[in-house]
């Protein structure tokens, strides 16, 4: 027999056989979704079978693309989804057509909804976006102009003389090379002194101006392309160009009479905080979901439960895997299974599940073991062992959830990159010693809020990097070394530029006379390197909180941008990110080591120690000894 679910098969049967003879092979087949499902259709069965055999084909057929577009979620993988719901759905709908309409326990069981999704045509990037340099392009002096360019990565974007025309915007690893790629007089040239056409993209021709952002990173590169994107194309045409997906989250729905855990990736402002994530793919959040569920009794059916008692549960219920609130009282009163649990219990074991999320298995592994630690002191050793084995599960369970999967509303995050040096030659007014120890800055970017902000330059002038420690196997040179200013005289220049400066901000000075900017440098002490980075993080947090909560598709585009750069191997991510510590603060000595790992790069070994290098320097100083001794006594 045929699938219960091949309906061009039951197409074609239905057109070749009679109605008496399909009656009972519809029958079984009807009975075979019943039990994939779990679910019991409570309509009659004579109805539907007859339903379906009079009904015209091609209105089934209409009927049958309506309901697999609809967005339906099947709990088996490995049959089609959409075409077993839409099977189910479209033999309720034949029921209620052609039988009678029945109620279900007060409600009847109407088609699903298509979700309509609406976008706002608000630009997913809340603050203007401007690059750092522009050029006017002259097709005459291109070579004195791109030498101009830094050879060095970055984003660009080629604009011809309509303003309102859309820029050729991307990124590069080599600015300068890729603008003469694009922008290079044409190699070969016919008789008459016209460009030979070629397959390469040029266009010396169109471009009027050029406009570019050194980057000192892939992230910051992708994250400015992003940002630039969106201010020329607007945000759907930049997720489309950058093939940007929401992550995959966890959700708990708190809110709901019967909560269920589930996997996905739709976020909505009611729904954060009971949201975790992200995780790098949807099937390691299934997988850490169905790991956690192992644990606890929560119902994983999909339904809106309505309880009752004659409910037909699910095979999780028989093996005391499920509490079974579909068993319970139903809401026009009478008294519920006694296999059932009450809401109270259910509402306990969600509670539970929800602290094993937040705490990422902290909250059971603490349960368990104290259950362990009582039982081995009360000599029952065997449920001692028991329990134990039950902790390494859920150790195990909770090692499949990545440190950074949490509550989305707490999602804060400090990334670490190379910075773009800020010219090409050093500062004015800087000589070139000073100016190589205040260009050691790393690019430093926060994550919070729904927004990903920066970068702000993080200097390590002052920070004594392990990079210049001997590797000895000692923790004496696990910190970085900070060498707090001390003043020995009068104030002097400062080294380090102030917060107001590295912000671009400008002294004030209504006469122009200079004398602002003088008392600006003279009065502004040394900041320790730790003070530095506290000013450097209230600004960039000032920064994520003053703009206002994001819209749902900012905070998924930059939860994908993220994502991206995070779930990528080790050896493959450069850069360095920090989690904020359990109370909330910044690891501040932390993001100093790491920022001077970024910008020197990681510590260099020791040379290999010669243990007789010394009697040998000793025998050939005796020996030297000895040779001059003669002319010391002859003088």
């Given at each position: ?7 061009p098969?039951?197409?074609q049967?239905c057109?070749?056989?009679t ?13 075979e979704?019943?039990s ?32 697999v ?22 033999l ?29 045509p608000?630009?997913a990037?809340s ?9 006017e ?13 830094p050879?060095?990565?970055g984003?660009?974007?080629?604009r ?14 080599d600015?300068?090379r ?6 290079a007089?044409p ?12 397959k390469?993209l ?9 406009e ?8 910051e590169?992708?994250l400015?392309?992003?940002r ?14 950058l ?34 994530g ?28 309505h ?25 026009n009163?009478?008294?519920p299974?006694?296999a ?22 902290q909250?059971l592994l ?16 065997e ?10 599960k ?14 989305v ?7 670490l990159?190379p910075?773009a ?16 120890s ?7 970017f926060l994550?919070?809020a729904?927004?990903?902000t ?9 920070v ?11 923790s ?13 005289g ?12 590295r912000?671009g ?5 209504p ?10 440098t003279t009065?502004t ?13 209230a600004?960039?947090?000032?920064q ?21 750069w ?8 450069s ?5 904020p510590?359990p109370?909330g ?7 100093l080591n790491?920022a ?11 040379p ?8 040998v320097?000793?025998?050939?100083l ?14």
């Amino acid at each position: 027999m045929k699938s219960a679910y091949d309906l061009p098969y039951l197409f074609q049967s239905c057109k070749r056989k009679t109605i008496s003879h399909h009656r009972s092979e519809l029958r079984s087949q009807i009975g075979e979704i019943r039990s994939v499902f779990l679910f019991r259709i409570r309509a009659p069965l004579v109805n539907i079978v007859d339903a379906f055999l009079k009904f015209r084909i091609e209105h089934f057929k209409t009927l049958l693309g309506h309901v697999v577009a609809q967005n339906t979620h099947g709990r088996h993988q490995h049959v089609d989804r959409r075409l077993k719901t839409a099977t189910v759905q479209l033999l309720l709908n034949l029921s209620f057509q052609f039988g009678r309409k029945r109620q279900f326990h007060g409600r009847s069981i109407q088609p699903r909804p298509t979700p309509q999704t609406t976008i706002s045509p608000v630009s997913a990037v809340s603050e203007p976006f401007q690059f750092a340099h522009r050029i006017e392009f002259l097709p005459a002096d291109s070579d004195a102009l791109l030498r101009s360019v830094p050879a060095a990565p970055g984003v660009f974007a080629l604009r011809g003389a309509d303003p309102a025309a859309e820029p050729y915007l991307t990124r590069a690893s080599d600015l300068r090379r890729r603008l003469r790629r694009l922008l290079a007089p044409p190699e070969q040239l016919d008789a008459s002194g016209r460009p030979v056409p070629s397959k390469r993209l040029n266009l010396r021709e169109r471009a009027r101006s050029i406009e570019y952002t050194r980057t000192g990173s892939e992230f910051e590169s992708t994250l400015l392309l992003y940002r630039a994107a969106c201010a020329a194309f607007g945000a759907d045409e930049a997720r489309r160009r950058l093939r940007l997906h929401p992550p995959y989250f966890l959700r708990i729905t708190m809110s709901a009479p019967h909560p269920r855990v589930y996997s996905t990736n739709r976020l909505s402002k009611k729904s954060l905080a009971e949201t975790f994530g992200p995780f790098s793919s949807r099937a390691a959040a299934d997988r850490y979901c169905d790991a956690v569920l192992e644990l606890f009794k929560l119902r994983r059916c999909h339904e809106d439960l309505h309880p009752y008692p004659e409910h037909p549960g699910c095979v999780y219920g028989e093996i005391g895997k499920c509490l079974m609130p579909c068993k319970g009282a139903a809401a026009n009163g009478g008294s519920p299974n006694p296999a059932a649990c009450t809401p109270a219990e259910y509402a306990a074991e969600a509670h539970r599940v929800f602290a094993f999320f937040r705490t990422r298995g902290q909250s059971l592994l603490d349960e368990v073991a104290a259950q362990r630690d009582a039982a081995s002191e009360a000599m029952d050793f065997e449920n001692a062992a028991a329990l134990h084995k039950h902790w390494e599960k859920v150790r195990a369970a909770a090692l499949l959830s990545d440190e950074l999967v949490r509550p989305v509303t707490e999602l804060r995050a400090i990334i670490l990159q190379p910075s773009a040096p800020t010219t090409e030659t050093g500062a004015p007014g800087l000589d070139p010693e000073t100016w190589a120890s205040t260009d050691a800055c790393a690019a430093t970017f926060l994550l919070q809020a729904g927004r990903i902000t920066g970068p702000e330059r993080l200097s390590t002038l002052g920070v004594r990097a392990v990079r210049e420690q001997t590797a000895v196997g000692s923790s004496l040179f696990a910190q970085p070394l900070m060498l707090a200013p001390v003043p020995l005289g009068p104030p002097q220049p400062s080294v380090i530029l102030s917060e107001a400066k590295r912000s671009g901000a400008k002294s004030k000075d209504p006469e122009g006379s200079g004398l602002a900017a003088t008392a600006d440098t003279t009065s502004t002490p040394t900041l320790a390197p730790e003070d530095r980075a506290r000013n450097l993080l209230a600004s960039l947090t000032e920064q994520a909180t003053s703009a206002g909560e994001p819209p749902i598709a900012e905070l998924c585009d930059a939860l994908s941008l993220f994502r991206r750069w995070y779930y990528r191997p080790e050896k493959q991510r450069s850069g360095e990110f920090f989690l904020p510590n359990p109370d909330g603060s910044w690891p501040i000595r932390r993001i100093l080591n790491g920022a001077a790992r970024v910008v020197l790069g990681p510590p260099a070994l020791a040379p290999p120690v010669e243990r007789d290098a010394a009697p040998v320097a000793a025998a050939a100083l005796k020996v030297q000894a000895e040779a001059t001794a003669p002319h010391k006594d002859l003088a």
